[in-house]
T-cell receptor, first 113, second 117 residues
Framework: EDKVVQSPLSLVVHEGDTVTLNCSYE??????LLWYKQEKKAPTFLFML????IEKKSGRLSSILDKKELFSILNITATQTGDSAIYLC?????????????FGQGTRLTINP | DAGVIQSPRHEVTEMGQEVTLRCKPI?????LFWYRQTMMRGLELLIY????????DSGMPEDRFSAKMPNASFSTLKIQPSEPRDSAVYFC???????????????FGPGTRLTVL
């Protein structure tokens, strides 16, 4: 059965700290891994990762994929209160010619001032 | 609970045809969201409902798209007429309120993969 597991489920840190969020997966015919930031309404796309070992960076956020060990991490440096959200990891897999997106349960990140 | 249920799981149709996608949210959830997932744009929010009432449909691409929620346990997303650029995976998600406040956890269905030829 395809699954995506995120850890920790919840994390509380102080502003300025660096955090690392984890996502491990087991899917058939992996195509890509996506990170989203979920606030009140819709998830906001952060990164799409398809190749191992290549870090993607956007401001204070960065992410990397390890296709051998089947996991990805999302790093946020110098955290701010606006980073508080649920961070979703999703894996795109191809099943019998069809695309399937499997979401993890999310990590709830709280940044305290 | 069975989770969010979507049907069909796959739909292949020809350009110009009407397409209807269906969603059954988790029982007791007050909010229902329709998303479209493409490789180019990622996950896009199309429309969402609260207690069966459409709240924000600003993400609906154009008039060919319409969504309804006739009751708390059923919603449809209709495309008429369909075009090849509508090909995508369409997700439905539901969520609930605690003490009148929308929680930020959404439960996603398995998606409907739509291919318009």
């Amino acid at each position: 059965e395809d699954k995506v597991v995120q850890s920790p489920l919840s994390l509380v840190v102080h502003e300025g700290d660096t955090v690392t969020l984890n996502c491990s997966y087991e899917v058939t015919n992996f195509r890509s891994l996506l990170w989203y930031k979920q606030e009140k309404k819709a998830p906001t796309f952060l990164f799409m990762l398809t190749s191992s070992g290549i870090e993607k960076k956007s401001g204070r956020l960065s992410s990397i994929l390890d296709k051998k060990e089947l996991f990805s991490i999302l790093n946020i440096t110098a955290t701010q209160t606006g980073d508080s959200a649920i961070y979703l990891c999703a894996v795109e897999a191809e099943i019998q010619g069809a695309q399937k997106l499997v979401f993890g349960q999310g990590t709830r990140l709280t940044i305290n001032p | 609970d069975a989770g969010v249920i979507q049907s069909p799981r796959h739909e292949v149709t020809e350009m110009g045809q009407e397409v209807t996608l269906r969603c059954k949210p988790i029982s007791g959830h007050d909010y229902l969201f329709w998303y479209r997932q493409t490789m180019m744009r990622g996950l896009e929010l199309l429309i969402y409902f609260n207690n069966n009432v459409p709240i924000d449909d600003s993400g609906m691409p154009e008039d060919r798209f319409s969504a309804k929620m006739p009751n708390a346990s059923f919603s449809t997303l209709k495309i008429q007429p369909s075009e090849p650029r509508d090909s995508a995976v369409y997700f439905c998600a539901s969520s609930f309120v605690i003490a009148g406040v929308l929680t930020d956890t959404q439960y996603f269905g398995p998606g409907t993969r739509l291919t318009v030829l």
